[in-house]
């Protein structure tokens, strides 16, 4: 673990030190190669799962592909930053690179943190550098409106995890992940159990988001830079998800019903926030709302799965982060060209840039779950767990994937197609470095189609 962390560290010196003209290289090269080490959690070879076990942190096939694909994105989001921040004064861009890879170093140990309390304490922490994003390098106005909903929204919801977490502390004398599993139900009344599993999972299910708790994530995408996009949309939300999982593992022995309410109002809001998503105008907010749909398919499939099979999220959960980041960039690509987000007004950019429509074509279709990509292989699997759980389930999430499938056309004809507007002929050509970012974007899509256990962990 600490071959990860320590040259994470190093990298904000790194930032500070390096050359005016080499700023962006040299941190691009830094985090590449820690990119290329953290490849080597992929690989388990442990009995009993978990490996680089030291008492504070560890990885398992849960966290390990969250842990590997936190390190891939780093690179990216430096590569997509780099034009964004090209007339900012010289140390604004060293305080942007250095918030990144604070970001990065909080979810490393929350990710591999064997305590909840430290799990607790960086799942909190990812909040101050994100709302800095947001506030300060945001492109509207509206921008401190959205860090506001983003840090009230957290913050409200994060207390009675809290208050829980130190009754639990109370109860069994630990909070070690590797010790509480093995202790068994705890014996509490049934009316302390309902507070409990409510109180522990709101922080997780805001975080995710939940339907109906959900409105922070739309502003947060919408006015955020690009690397804020790109981090929320691939690992913070899945930071929820898999705070879920693993309090799923202590809280299924207390009450496994009273998670039945919350998967009826997930699969309400696949059906709602994949209608918004046909209404939208605005390309960021569409790909925002996608996120949330996609979010309560993963809530779903960890509310009504036995705790033994909870790595499966894992896979929709890595398709769904390289897919949405993918999206947020090829908006990215369009916004620094027509300096809007509007869709109509980025119409027939195919006859301009034929490449460009290619990748964009591509993402849209793993958006929509493509067969044999991974995103299909996630979306199976939930279905299916979701038929074993209830016949009518088949209604939502069948609705759900045929909305999901007309608004990813709909994104991909309203931005390609269609007559060029006069404001678009004189617009700039795209860039090799866009490129290579949407490469490394759909890449490891495409490796996993080839070895899609790399994900799944040792539940296959």
């Known amino acids: 673990m600490l071959k990860i962390l320590?040259?994470?560290?190093?990298?904000?010196?790194?930032?500070?030190?390096?050359?005016?003209?080499?700023?962006?290289?040299?941190?691009?090269?830094?985090?590449?190669?820690?990119?290329?080490?953290?490849?080597?959690?992929?690989?388990?070879?442990?009995?009993?799962?978990?490996?680089?076990?030291?008492?504070?942190?560890?990885?398992d096939p849960l966290s390990s592909p969250l842990l590997t694909l936190t390190c891939w994105l780093l690179p990216l989001m430096i590569l997509a930053s780099q034009n964004h921040l090209a007339h900012h004064p010289l140390v604004r861009q060293r305080i942007y690179i250095t918030l990144l890879v604070t970001l990065q170093l909080s979810l490393i140990m929350a990710f591999a943190a064997t305590e909840l309390t430290m799990f607790y304490v960086m799942f909190e922490t990812t909040l101050i550098p994100t709302l800095i994003l947001i506030t300060r390098w945001g492109n509207q106005m509206e921008r401190l409106n959205a860090g506001t909903y983003f840090l009230f929204y957290t913050l409200a919801s994060s207390l009675p995890l809290l208050?829980?977490?130190?009754?639990?502390?109370?109860?069994?004398?630990?909070?070690?992940?590797?010790i509480i599993q093995l202790l068994g139900p705890i014996p509490i009344s049934p009316y302390v159990n309902i507070y409990w599993w409510t109180t522990s999972l709101l922080a997780i299910l805001v975080?995710?988001?939940?339907?109906?708790?959900?409105?922070?994530?739309?502003?947060?995408?919408?006015?955020?830079?690009?690397?804020?996009?790109?981090?929320?949309?691939?690992?913070?939300?899945?930071?929820?998800?898999?705070?879920?999982?693993?309090?799923?593992?202590?809280?299924?022995?207390?009450?496994?019903?009273?998670?039945?309410?919350?998967?009826?109002?997930?699969?309400?809001?696949?059906?709602?926030?994949?209608?918004?998503?046909?209404?939208?105008?605005?390309?960021?907010?569409?790909?925002?709302y996608s996120s949330v749909s996609h979010m309560e398919l993963s809530l779903q499939l960890s509310s009504s799965k036995p705790p033994e099979a909870l790595p499966e999220p894992s896979s929709l959960s890595i398709a769904h982060g390289l897919t949405s980041s993918a999206l947020f960039c090829l908006a990215n690509t369009n916004y620094e060209r027509t300096h809007s987000r509007t869709m109509i007004l980025t119409r027939g950019s195919q006859m301009i840039l034929p490449l460009m429509a290619t990748w964009w074509l591509i993402t849209c279709l793993a958006n929509l779950a493509l067969p044999p990509l991974p995103n299909l292989m996630g979306e199976l699997i939930i279905i299916s767990a979701l038929l074993g759980w209830s016949w009518w389930t088949i209604i939502f999430t069948g609705a759900g994937a045929l909305i999901t499938a007309t608004y990813s056309l709909y994104m991909y004809l309203m931005t390609q197609r269609?007559?060029?507007?006069?404001?678009m002929i004189s617009m700039n050509p795209s860039h090799s470095r866009q490129h290579l970012l949407l490469t490394l974007h759909l890449l490891p899509l495409l490796l996993l189609v080839f070895k899609p256990t790399t994900i799944w962990g040792s539940a296959y």
């Not at 320590?6 to 830094?30: D, G, N, R, V, Y």
């Not at 705070?243 to 919350?262: D, H, N, V």
Request: one cysteine or more; hydrophobic letters at 50%; glycine letters at 6%.
């Open 163 to 178: 208050i829980t977490l130190l009754a639990l502390q109370n109860k069994t004398g630990t909070l070690s992940l590797l």
């Open 418 to 423: 269609g007559a060029v507007p006069n404001h």
């Open 207 to 288: 975080k995710m988001p939940l339907y109906g708790v959900h409105l922070w994530l739309p502003k947060a995408h919408v006015e955020a830079p690009i690397a804020g996009s790109m981090i929320l949309a691939a690992v913070l939300l899945k930071l929820g998800g898999y705070g879920m999982m693993r309090m799923m593992l202590i809280l299924s022995p207390l009450a496994k019903e009273l998670c039945y309410p919350f998967i009826i109002l997930a699969l309400w809001g696949v059906l709602m926030t994949s209608s918004i998503c046909l209404r939208q105008t605005d390309l960021k907010s569409l790909i925002a």
């Open 6 to 59: 320590i040259p994470t560290l190093l990298l904000i010196p790194t930032s500070w030190l390096a050359k005016a003209k080499s700023l962006w290289p040299t941190t691009l090269l830094h985090s590449f190669i820690i990119t290329l080490f953290s490849l080597a959690w992929l690989k388990n070879t442990s009995e009993t799962n978990w490996s680089t076990l030291n008492p504070y942190m560890a990885t």
